[in-house]
């Protein structure tokens, strides 16, 4: 593993309200980003809104707003949800802001001296929603935008383009590495759809709008809104700024792990493009592209239209964090596409965190009170083969949450913590506490049980940490931990050893089918 670790999300259009779709994403990097800092790696997680193009300034106009009030509004309206998220980011990047534009400015100078960027005229086809150029082939007879559906606008102007050329053959060098792209179908697809066919050169400015960075050299012409926004990876660390630290600490270092997560939507972008302005630039690739799937419901995409987009707001104020952190990470299998359905997010609730997790800290706890007035019996070495059997297991499964986490199959390791904890019901349903503490003679197994079942509580709520983040603190302070608590704290077997427990609440109540099926229905819907 290396020593640091710079997670980003997409920056989001703020061309409308943040919605469940952005929510996952953001969850999914703010739970890499707290399990990175949990292993000890200095770890800066970013995200931000990419706020120039011509669907944000047709917007705007329809309100009567200028782009600029029309952003600030709705960028701050992301910050404040992902306040109340508490998602861990270290900045807020905006594109409108200062530091970014110089940044763009620069590059766009650079590549123009470099010669990587020619002026041409542009005849095809662009989708405004996707802000996507596309062939005629590509939108085919009835002109639509290969990716959304939505029709095109034929265009027509004078351009800048960018030499893809010049760089496919050298990326391909890296996109060709293990998990470069990830997941493997999407590389293939890449490849298949985009790079076999042969790579056009990318139109980089645009004139017929305003809303973006001017082009000094030519200033009717501005960045076209991709290349403007990739830029944002590096702007936000600094680079070509006076105070770089960051950028040499977070990007221009073999030490730092760097991680792009981007929606099934925008791969093309970052994984073909973004090399190759990388590689023009001279700087080093990311480590990663992982691309996650999309989130619909029972009818399908996410869209206005449609009226079906999932509000995030009503989930988490009748649910909240956990619970909904906690929904997304098991129930979409991450880096597949995933459908939202309230039966399946009540189900999850009631399964895992209620029955499952919840019911193991809540009766097993009670039980030490009882038994041993709330202290945790020392750690032993198990007596018979099923109390070996789980002692191993503990371990089994840090080592296997670790190697799946660290590959980012973030639902396959939450599902590795869900089955020891499973383990742990089966195993008190096994060795029945209960009678073990009607004999004296039955002592020593009774305690040697306890602690395990407290050891198992100790640690799987360890690795849950990253998600269950309202309710872990909780847990390590029913054990009666008073020290701040350390990754590496769940290899020592006696860390628990005479710990004097707390009174603890149910962690998570169980939800009434119908009466949350009716209030998710009533409520989800964003306006
Ligand atoms: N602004 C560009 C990204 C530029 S990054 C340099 C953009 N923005 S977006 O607002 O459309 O958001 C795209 C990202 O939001 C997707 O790639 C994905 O990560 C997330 N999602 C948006 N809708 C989603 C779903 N329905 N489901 C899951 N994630 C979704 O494209």
């Given at each position: 593993m290396k020593k640091r670790c710079y997670i980003t999300t997409p920056i989001y259009y703020p061309s409308g309200n943040a919605h469940l779709g952005h929510t996952y994403c953001t969850i999914m990097a703010d739970i890499i980003a707290r399990y990175k800092r949990n292993r000890g790696v200095e770890t800066y997680f970013l995200t931000g809104t990419d706020e120039h193009g011509q669907k944000i300034q047709n917007n705007a106009e329809k309100l009567g707003l200028t782009p600029q009030q029309y952003v600030d509004g709705i960028a701050a309206k992301f910050q404040d949800l992902w306040k109340e998220l508490k998602i861990s980011n270290d900045d807020f990047i905006r594109t409108t802001q200062e530091r970014h534009i110089k940044v763009v400015s620069e590059v766009f100078s650079r590549f123009l001296k470099q010669g990587d960027i020619y002026l041409g005229n542009y005849e095809g086809w662009y989708c405004v929603p996707c802000e996507s150029f596309w062939t005629n082939v590509q939108v085919g007879e009835d002109h639509?935008?290969?990716?959304?559906?939505r029709p095109v606008n034929k265009a027509r102007e004078e351009s800048y383009f960018f030499k893809c050329n010049k760089y496919l053959d050298i990326v391909l060098e890296d996109f060709e590495k293990?998990?470069?792209?990830?997941?493997e179908s999407r590389k293939n697809e890449m490849l298949n759809n985009f790079i076999k066919p042969g790579l056009d050169d990318l139109?980089?400015?645009?004139?017929?709008?305003?809303w973006g960075i001017q082009i000094?050299?030519?200033?009717?012409h501005v960045v076209y809104v991709w290349l403007d926004a990739l830029i944002n990876y590096i702007s936000a660390l600094g680079?070509?700024?006076?105070?770089?630290s960051l950028f040499k600490k977070f990007?221009?270092?073999?030490?730092v792990e760097i991680i792009h997560l981007v929606g099934a939507d925008i791969s093309r972008f970052h994984t073909i493009y973004w090399p190759m302005f990388l590689k023009a630039l001279n700087l080093r690739q990311p480590d990663r592209i992982f691309v996650h799937g999309l989130l619909m419901t029972k009818d399908g995409k996410m869209s206005k239209s449609k009226g079906n987009v999932i509000a995030p707001q009503p989930l988490i104020d009748r649910y909240g964090l956990d619970c909904l952190r906690y929904y997304l990470i098991r129930e979409i299998n991450f880096g597949s596409d995933g459908v939202f359905t309230p039966e399946q997010f009540i189900e999850r609730i009631n399964v895992d965190?209620?029955?499952n997790y919840g019911n193991l800290v809540n009766r097993s706890l009670n039980m030490i009170k009882k038994y041993f007035d709330g202290v945790i019996p020392q750690y032993v070495e198990g007596i018979k083969e099923i109390d070996k059997a789980i002692q191993d297991e503990v371990l089994k499964t840090i080592s296997k949450y670790e190697e799946l986490m660290d590959d980012l199959k973030l639902s396959e390791a939450t599902n590795e913590v869900m089955l020891l904890v499973d383990k742990a019901n089966k195993y008190i349903q096994a060795k029945e506490p209960w009678t073990l503490a009607?004999?004296?003679?039955?002592i020593d197994e009774l305690k040697m049980v306890m602690s395990n079942i407290a050891r198992i509580i100790f640690v799987s709520t360890m690795l849950l940490k990253p998600i269950i983040i309202e309710n872990y603190n909780k847990v390590f302070n029913y054990l009666g931990i008073e020290k701040e608590v350390k990754?590496?704290?769940?290899?020592?077997?006696?860390?628990?050893?005479n710990l004097k427990l707390k009174d603890c609440d149910i962690l998570y109540k169980r939800l009434n089918v119908n009466e949350e099926l009716q209030y998710i229905k009533d409520n989800i819907k964003q306006v």
């Open positions: 639509l935008c290969p990716d959304c559906g293990p998990k470069f792209v990830f997941p139109c980089v400015s645009r004139t017929s709008f305003s000094k050299e030519n200033p009717k680079y070509l700024s006076d105070d770089d990007w221009d270092n073999d030490d965190l209620v029955n009607k004999s004296e003679e039955n990754y590496k704290d769940i290899l020592d077997v006696h860390y628990l050893d």
